[in-house]
């Protein structure tokens, strides 16, 4: 579908109420396939774009910011005439769709933040590089294959620019800020993640607590996505 300058590309399945699905880092649409059919097939209509400069989606080689990101996914939705959605991000697209919420309040019914980073550290982006070398061991050897051929697809100077507006993004100061209910689940073996800053946004949404994924590193959306559907599932049913 034509989105401004970018012929972007996406996938779909079901119907019902509206959840869309934003890819981390580097990857693409392609990363939900353990997560889109089944959400479907529970009754819904599941969208997962690739953000531009990443899949097949053609972009600016230096990159895009949170806030340009979050631009890009809202005037993408509008292009769809997408009604209000529940938005499911993982790692850096936990960032992007608090800030959707955050400028465009009425494209955002719920918030699923999965391994959500953004933390406020002078050294925000070494400590994820030691935390994700720290999960390469934790991970299924299938992930490795398939997150390999996206960063060869997106280039290294665009993730690498990605990733460095990434760090220069804070979302704590959005909470005060986010009107629709959201969750945040975190596996018990992110070593990315600190989990103080993933209690702060669980109680910046309104949550008592991280919503835990027993057993799961970084990715738990790709090797745990039994329980992290469920879990999705299980706040979006919650709120009716």
């Known amino acids: 579908m034509r989105v401004g ?22 990857v693409s649409a ?32 230096a990159g895009l910011s949170v806030t340009q990101q979050a631009t890009a996914l ?7 005439a ?20 955050v400028e465009w309040p009425d494209r955002v019914t719920g918030l699923v933040l999965a391994a959500p980073t ?27 294959v398939e997150v390999a051929t ?9 993730i690498w620019r990605t990733w460095n507006l990434g760090g220069k993004h804070d979302p704590l100061p959005l909470l005060p800020r986010v009107t629709a ?16 800053f993933a209690r702060s946004l669980a109680h910046g949404l309104g949550q008592p607590d991280i919503t835990w994924i027993q057993d799961a590193a970084h990715a738990l959306i790709f090797t745990h996505a039994d329980a992290f559907n469920a879990a999705v599932l299980d706040f979006i049913g919650t709120r009716g």
């Open 181 to 196: 209910p959201g969750i945040v689940l975190l596996g018990t073996r992110d070593p990315v993640v600190p989990h103080d």
């Open 82 to 101: 997408l009604p209000a959605a529940t938005f499911v991000g993982h790692s850096l697209s936990c960032q992007t769709i608090l800030q959707l919420a």
């Open 118 to 144: 953004g933390e406020p550290a002078r050294h925000r982006l070494l400590h994820q590089a030691v935390g994700l070398l720290l999960d390469i061991p934790r991970e299924s050897p299938r992930l490795a």
């Open 5 to 26: 300058e970018w012929d972007v590309r996406y996938r779909e399945a079901g119907d019902g109420p509206s959840i869309v699905l934003v890819h981390g880092l580097g």
């Open 30 to 61: 392609d990363y939900w396939w353990r997560n889109g059919p089944p959400l479907a097939a529970a009754g819904f209509r599941v969208l997962a774009p690739d953000l531009p400069g990443f899949g097949r989606t053609k972009g600016p080689e």
């Open 150 to 158: 996206a960063y060869l697809l997106a280039g290294p100077r665009r």
């Open 74 to 80: 809202r005037e993408w939705t509008e292009a769809l």
